[in-house]
């Protein structure tokens, strides 16, 4: 066994330093900056007031919107930006000896550091939108955390097989917008019948959308079901990824 | 006499690619057999190399392309890890195996610098404390606050050269970067790689380039089809080289 290279502090450096990278190339030259990592969510969140306010009879259902696509965003991009690190940096892990779990979570962090970023001016418009704030705020922080193990594990688990096998990238990229309309974000579940609605749980991110949900939206903690299962979900999806990544970066600079 | 010093030895060393050859067969057997199949396949690229390499030697690794030379140097430095055998390494090691690798376009000579070295290691600490040197070294001068992208070829080889260099290493691997930048950066290099090996370091070199390495090597491996399969002279080895050419 290899001691875990987490406490090394040379590692750590390494890991902060190539997020920092990564958050400054994304926002410099450009005037807007943090701007355009919130107009998608913005321009979705208009469409969805339009059309799909019209099926769904909630109150403040423009706020369950936004929060919904705010953290759907950070998931599913976040998850392409794990799967492909280890591509991404081909040339250094060809060249410098620095243990590959680098890439991986620094892009992890970097994906944490801009959601922070972005949530500063998106929290003024939940504001606007009748978020009501309570202490159950508080559960954000260790639920993000959470929500981060979930996406590290299976975004390394892809990144490892897209490595050998490319079409994972591609199949991921194809298959995400599906998701997006098997995630309760542009309705809510009750929108389904009784019996129907156990299809929905069947999808892993339903758990974590709906928790964030239970946070920003309903002012409450997460339920049992959503948190316990958003918990398990990271666990196994961390095993399996660091096991398959574990197992098969020997390779990697073969196949890179 | 000095008494000889080993500084790297290899006993035995195997070092396997895993490619998957098969593409979405070889996924579809994985999936349906387990334990069956393997999903990738093993070849060696180096076989049951053994060697020894001295404190203060200056070495070279002469071969033809793709004969595993680049792989001998990678597995020295820690970036692969040998399949079967041991390496041994009694000092710190510096790869030079690719000039500006990890360099970033976007950012600035000294926030590249930082990056660099954090990405081979450093803590902040460290890094805080040799920049001024690196900066001198590279004697860009104003340009180090430019955007990478605006360096010229050599600029950026002198960053990086300058980067490598600096952790003082006790043995160095230079793996043909010496032959890019202008004449005047290559001779700046080639004295600041004799400066470290005066200071005592082991340098293992890989290069085509007979005359550089005859000028600046005692001994040689010749390296064929993933074997050391001669050490010796430089001459000895070159001559066993140029053999490898002529049918």
């Not at chain 1, 309760?184 to 929905?200: D, K, M, W």
């Not at chain 2, 069956?36 to 404190?55: A, C, D, E, P």
């Not at chain 2, 430095?77 to 690798?101: H, M, Q, R, W, Y």
Request: charged fraction near 15%; glycine fraction near 6%; charge should be neutral.
């Amino acid at each position: 066994m290899t001691k875990s290279p987490l406490f090394n502090k040379g590692f750590q450096n390494a890991v902060l330093s190539l997020a920092l990278k990564t958050i400054k190339l994304r926002y410099k030259n450009s005037f807007l900056g943090v701007f355009w990592s919130m107009l998608n969510p913005l321009i979705f969140l208009t469409i969805l007031i339009i059309v799909f306010k019209q099926i769904n009879h909630i109150e403040h259902f423009a706020l369950y919107a936004l929060t919904g696509l705010i953290f759907w965003n950070f998931i599913s991009a976040s998850i392409l930006q794990v799967l492909t690190s280890f591509i991404d940096n081909a040339a250094i892990l060809k060249s410098i000896n620095l243990h590959p779990f680098c890439f991986p979570l620094s892009a992890m962090v970097a994906a944490v550091f801009n959601l922070l970023l972005t949530l500063i001016p998106f929290f003024v418009i939940m504001f606007f939108l009748g978020y009501d704030l309570s202490w159950s705020f508080l559960a954000f922080f260790p639920f993000t955390i959470i929500t981060a193990i979930f996406v590290l594990g299976l975004g390394m688990l892809m990144g490892t097989i897209n490595v050998y096998f490319r079409d994972i990238q591609l199949l991921w990229t194809t298959i995400i917008p599906a998701f997006f309309y098997f995630t309760p974000i542009a309705y809510t579940p009750e929108l389904l019948s009784e019996n129907q609605r156990f299809l929905l749980k069947l999808n892993p991110f339903y758990y974590f959308i709906e928790s964030y949900h239970d946070i920003f939206y309903r002012s409450a903690m997460p339920s049992y079901e959503n948190f316990g299962m958003s918990l398990l979900l990271a666990i196994l999806s961390m095993a399996f990824g660091y096991v398959a990544f574990n197992k098969y970066r020997k390779g990697f600079i073969s196949n890179i | 006499m000095t008494a000889i010093q080993p500084m790297i030895r290899l006993t035995d060393v195997d070092i396997c690619f895993y490619v998957q050859e098969n593409g979405f067969v070889s996924m579809k057997d994985f999936l349906l057999h387990p334990g069956k199949y393997k999903l990738l396949q093993k070849s060696f690229v180096l076989k049951n190399v053994n060697l020894q390499i001295n404190k203060g030697e200056s070495f070279a690794l002469l071969g033809k392309n793709g004969s595993g030379k680049s792989t001998l140097l990678r597995a020295l430095s820690g970036i692969i890890t040998p399949d079967k055998g041991n390496i041994e390494l009694f000092g710190a090691v510096a790869p030079l195996l690719g000039l500006g690798v990890g360099l970033e376009q976007e950012l600035t000579g000294i926030e590249n610098i930082k990056l660099s070295c954090a990405l081979m290691g450093m803590t902040k600490a460290e890094i805080k404390q040799r920049l001024p040197e690196i900066i001198d070294f590279s004697e860009l001068g104003e340009a180090i606050h430019w955007q990478v992208k605006r360096f010229s070829t050599g600029m950026m080889s002198r960053l990086s050269f300058s980067i490598a260099i600096i952790k003082q290493p006790e043995i160095l691997l230079i793996d043909e970067v010496l032959s890019v930048g202008d004449l005047g950066f290559q001779q700046k290099c080639l004295k600041k790689v004799m400066e470290i090996k005066d200071n005592g370091a082991t340098i293992i070199f890989v290069s085509h380039n007979f005359e550089e390495v005859s000028n600046m090597c005692s001994r040689a491996a010749l390296v064929n089809n993933g074997t050391v399969e001669f050490v010796g002279t430089v001459k000895e080895v070159g001559e066993r080289y140029h053999h490898l050419f002529d049918n």
